[in-house]
């Protein structure tokens, strides 16, 4: 999201070109089929802070990209309901977040399956860019690195303030689940902080068919129960979160009709930079992510307007066309 916002804000104002190393945009909000439903096991709603945002979440609204969510949203301590005071406005994807992503990407020089490797410093201070191959990728002027923090130290090697600082990132593991099950469960709530169990977060998915013939929750392990069972069998992770979801829910145990498991590496930053971005003008090379932010989609899409902005500034510089 951060790649997408900066590279957007850009149009119209440099020639840029976007290098995805997946197969499809939108990283850690991406989709993949699963049975009916599409995979929905990363971000579930997107919150507002910023006054910046909250325009950027109102032209999707507009635009028919996003729906407000008003699920309930509970505390779960083995069974025991808690309401939360505080709900604050929630909204989706609409269906999901990968449709944003898709509608940022379309009008953009994007090269899908294609993962920048390295990064080479030419004498005129131009960047040659080549993938994981050695397959050269062109000369640019400025390169804005919108990964991960992990995955930028070894980029930004001409940067030692950029790569350091990514360097000093942490991320949290997460293992996920969905279940598919083939009648509803009657749950009163929608979804849930689970307290006191390896899940942190249950959540209802919204289903492509009435509740009577069936629902689909997705689970999210905790940071702690992550990091530890990171080395774990998928299909043991999987059975362990699927009793700790009847647990957490207090209902008899039941087989799912279908189910899938993933884990995320570096789901989330730990500690952030509590800077926009960062740019150094001498490299001419930035960088930009919720790391630098806030460890959400918020943070992202303001990473990357604040990237765009600084390449804009850079932009103005003498000597820059
Ligand atoms: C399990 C989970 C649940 C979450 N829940 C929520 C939620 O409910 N609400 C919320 O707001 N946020 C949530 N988030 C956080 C949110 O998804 C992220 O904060 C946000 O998507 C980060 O966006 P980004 O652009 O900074 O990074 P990323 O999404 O990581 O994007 C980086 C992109 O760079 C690409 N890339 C990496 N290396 C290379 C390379 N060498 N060459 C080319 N491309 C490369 C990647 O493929 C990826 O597409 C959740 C995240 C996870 C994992």
């Not at 992770?237 to 570096?266: G, I, T, Y």
């Not at 926009?276 to 992202?300: K, N, V």
């Amino acid at each position: 999201m951060a790649g997408l916002t900066c590279a957007t804000a850009l149009k119209g104002m440099a020639d840029v070109t976007l290098f995805e190393k997946s197969v499809f945009v939108g990283g850690r909000v991406s989709r993949h089929p699963f049975g009916e439903y599409r995979d929905h096991q990363g971000e579930q709603y997107i919150t507002v802070s910023n006054p910046l945002f909250l325009k950027i979440v109102e032209s999707w609204l507009d635009a028919g990209l996003l729906r407000s969510w008003d699920g309930w949203v509970v505390e779960l301590n083995r069974g025991q309901i808690v309401n939360l005071d505080d709900a604050p406005p929630r909204y989706r994807g609409d269906p999901n977040m990968q449709a944003i992503a898709d509608r940022l990407a379309s009008g953009l020089q994007l090269r899908h399956s294609t993962a920048v490797a390295e990064l080479d410093r030419n004498e005129d201070g131009r960047w040659r860019l080549f993938d994981d191959r050695g397959g050269y990728l062109g000369l640019f002027d400025i390169v804005v690195l919108a990964t991960a923090a992990h995955q930028v130290a070894p980029l930004a090697k001409a940067s030692r303030s950029i790569a350091t600082a990514a360097a000093n990132i942490d991320m949290t593991v997460c293992w996920s689940a969905m279940f598919d099950f083939g009648q509803a469960l009657n749950l009163p709530f929608d979804a849930a902080f689970v307290l006191d169990s390896p899940l942190s977060w249950v959540a209802r998915f919204d289903a492509p068919k009435p509740r009577e013939e069936g629902e689909c929750w997705v689970v999210h392990a905790s940071p702690e129960w992550s990091a530890q069972y990171a080395a774990s069998f998928r299909g043991r992770v999987l059975h362990a979160l699927m009793d700790a979801f009847f647990e957490a829910c207090d209902l008899p145990s039941q087989k799912p009709l279908a189910s899938n498991v993933h884990c995320w590496r570096h789901a989330l930053p730990i500690n952030t930079l509590g800077e926009d971005c960062l740019f150094d003008e001498q490299a001419a090379i930035g960088a930009c992510g919720d790391w630098c932010t806030a460890p959400r989609i918020e943070g992202a899409v303001l990473s990357g307007f604040s990237m765009a902005d600084r390449v804009m500034k850079q932009l103005r510089k003498p000597g820059h066309g």
